[in-house]
Protein backbone atom coordinates (compact mmCIF):
# COMPACT_ATOMS: atom_id res chain seq x y z
CA UNK A 1 0.00 0.00 0.00
CA UNK A 2 1.28 3.30 -0.89
CA UNK A 3 2.10 5.88 1.85
CA UNK A 4 -0.55 8.26 0.09
CA UNK A 5 -3.00 5.40 0.75
CA UNK A 6 -2.67 4.67 4.17
CA UNK A 7 -2.76 8.56 5.02
CA UNK A 8 -5.87 9.04 3.47
CA UNK A 9 -7.32 6.05 5.94
CA UNK A 10 -5.41 7.08 8.58
CA UNK A 11 -7.14 10.80 8.36
CA UNK A 12 -10.43 9.42 8.33
CA UNK A 13 -9.53 6.81 11.18
CA UNK A 14 -7.77 9.94 13.32
CA UNK A 15 -11.12 11.69 12.74
CA UNK A 16 -13.62 9.07 13.94
CA UNK A 17 -11.13 9.05 17.18
CA UNK A 18 -11.16 12.62 17.67
CA UNK A 19 -7.47 12.31 18.05
CA UNK A 20 -6.31 15.90 17.19
CA UNK A 21 -2.16 14.92 17.58
CA UNK A 22 -2.77 12.04 15.26
CA UNK A 23 -4.87 13.82 12.53
CA UNK A 24 -2.32 17.06 12.77
CA UNK A 25 0.27 14.54 12.00
CA UNK A 26 -1.13 12.73 9.18
CA UNK A 27 -2.70 15.67 7.75
CA UNK A 28 1.13 17.22 7.85
CA UNK A 29 2.00 14.32 6.06
CA UNK A 30 -0.67 14.50 3.25
CA UNK A 31 -0.07 18.16 2.59
CA UNK A 32 3.50 17.49 2.57
CA UNK A 33 3.20 14.77 -0.32
CA UNK A 34 0.68 16.82 -2.62
CA UNK A 35 3.62 19.71 -2.39
CA UNK A 36 5.67 16.73 -3.91
CA UNK A 37 3.65 15.52 -6.26
CA UNK A 38 3.08 19.53 -7.83
CA UNK A 39 6.61 19.97 -7.56
CA UNK A 40 7.49 19.50 -11.37
CA UNK A 41 9.59 15.59 -10.79
CA UNK A 42 6.38 13.86 -12.05
CA UNK A 43 7.64 10.46 -10.40
CA UNK A 44 5.58 8.66 -8.08
CA UNK A 45 6.50 9.19 -4.69
CA UNK A 46 7.24 5.87 -3.44
CA UNK A 47 9.88 3.46 -1.22
CA UNK A 48 12.76 5.99 -0.88
CA UNK A 49 11.07 9.00 -1.64
CA UNK A 50 8.55 8.28 0.70
CA UNK A 51 11.10 7.97 3.35
CA UNK A 52 12.90 10.89 2.65
CA UNK A 53 10.09 13.26 2.67
CA UNK A 54 9.08 11.74 5.69
CA UNK A 55 12.26 12.17 7.52
CA UNK A 56 12.34 15.56 6.45
CA UNK A 57 9.09 16.61 8.10
CA UNK A 58 10.56 14.97 11.16
CA UNK A 59 13.67 17.21 10.96
CA UNK A 60 11.81 20.18 10.50
CA UNK A 61 10.14 19.75 13.19
CA UNK A 62 12.70 18.79 15.81
CA UNK A 63 14.24 21.98 14.99
CA UNK A 64 11.08 23.82 15.83
CA UNK A 65 10.78 22.03 18.96
CA UNK A 66 14.43 23.23 19.89
CA UNK A 67 13.81 26.44 19.28
CA UNK A 68 10.67 26.64 21.25
CA UNK A 69 12.58 24.83 23.97
CA UNK A 70 15.14 27.54 23.86
CA UNK A 71 12.58 30.08 24.65
CA UNK A 72 10.48 28.21 26.82
CA UNK A 73 7.43 27.58 24.99
CA UNK A 74 6.00 24.58 26.29
CA UNK A 75 3.09 24.74 24.72
CA UNK A 76 4.42 24.62 21.03
CA UNK A 77 6.57 21.87 22.09
CA UNK A 78 4.00 19.79 23.06
CA UNK A 79 2.44 20.28 19.49
CA UNK A 80 5.76 19.79 17.53
CA UNK A 81 6.56 16.56 20.07
CA UNK A 82 3.26 14.92 19.24
CA UNK A 83 3.52 15.60 15.53
CA UNK A 84 6.75 13.75 15.24
CA UNK A 85 5.74 10.68 17.31
CA UNK A 86 2.98 10.54 14.87
CA UNK A 87 5.43 11.04 11.51
CA UNK A 88 7.58 8.30 12.81
CA UNK A 89 5.13 5.72 13.03
CA UNK A 90 5.09 5.49 9.37
CA UNK A 91 9.18 5.63 8.79
CA UNK A 92 10.83 1.74 9.43
CA UNK A 93 12.07 0.97 12.85
CA UNK A 94 15.28 3.28 13.61
CA UNK A 95 18.55 0.77 14.44
CA UNK A 96 20.04 1.66 17.79
CA UNK A 97 23.91 3.12 17.47
CA UNK A 98 25.34 0.23 18.55
CA UNK A 99 23.95 -1.53 15.47
CA UNK A 100 24.72 1.59 13.21
CA UNK A 101 28.39 0.95 14.73
CA UNK A 102 28.52 -2.34 13.76
CA UNK A 103 26.79 -1.25 10.02
CA UNK A 104 29.45 0.87 9.71
CA UNK A 105 32.70 -0.76 10.90
CA UNK A 106 31.44 -3.59 8.54
CA UNK A 107 31.52 -1.51 6.03
CA UNK A 108 34.33 0.28 6.77
CA UNK A 109 36.46 -3.43 6.57
CA UNK A 110 34.96 -4.53 3.48
CA UNK A 111 35.81 -1.68 1.58
CA UNK A 112 39.13 -0.94 2.53
CA UNK A 113 38.63 2.53 4.21
CA UNK A 114 41.40 3.76 6.54
CA UNK A 115 41.25 6.99 7.52
CA UNK A 116 39.24 10.35 7.01
CA UNK A 117 39.90 11.16 3.29
CA UNK A 118 37.49 7.62 2.55
CA UNK A 119 34.69 9.52 4.53
CA UNK A 120 32.69 10.70 1.29
CA UNK A 121 32.64 6.88 0.41
CA UNK A 122 31.46 5.22 2.97
CA UNK A 123 29.15 8.10 3.97
CA UNK A 124 26.99 7.77 0.44
CA UNK A 125 27.23 3.47 1.19
CA UNK A 126 25.94 4.10 4.64
CA UNK A 127 23.19 6.25 3.59
CA UNK A 128 22.09 4.55 1.35
CA UNK A 129 22.52 1.05 2.67
CA UNK A 130 20.47 3.03 5.84
CA UNK A 131 18.24 5.11 3.83
CA UNK A 132 14.83 5.50 6.30
CA UNK A 133 16.95 3.26 9.42
CA UNK A 134 19.47 5.92 10.73
CA UNK A 135 19.09 9.90 10.50
CA UNK A 136 22.30 11.18 8.44
CA UNK A 137 23.92 13.61 11.48
CA UNK A 138 23.99 9.87 13.52
CA UNK A 139 26.03 8.30 10.46
CA UNK A 140 27.99 11.08 9.88
CA UNK A 141 29.03 11.29 13.68
CA UNK A 142 29.40 7.41 13.82
CA UNK A 143 31.80 7.53 10.63
CA UNK A 144 33.94 10.06 11.73
CA UNK A 145 34.55 8.34 14.80
CA UNK A 146 34.96 4.81 13.07
CA UNK A 147 36.95 6.91 10.69
CA UNK A 148 39.03 7.91 13.75
CA UNK A 149 38.64 12.00 13.12
Known amino acids: MLLEDKINNDIKEAMKAKDQAWLRGVRAIKAAILLAKTDGSGGAIEGDREIKLLQKLVKSRQDSLAIYEQQNRADLATVEREEIEVIQRYLPKQLSESELETYIKNLIS ?20 LAGKADGKTISEIVKKSLGA
Open 110 to 129: ENGASGIKDMGKIMGLASKG
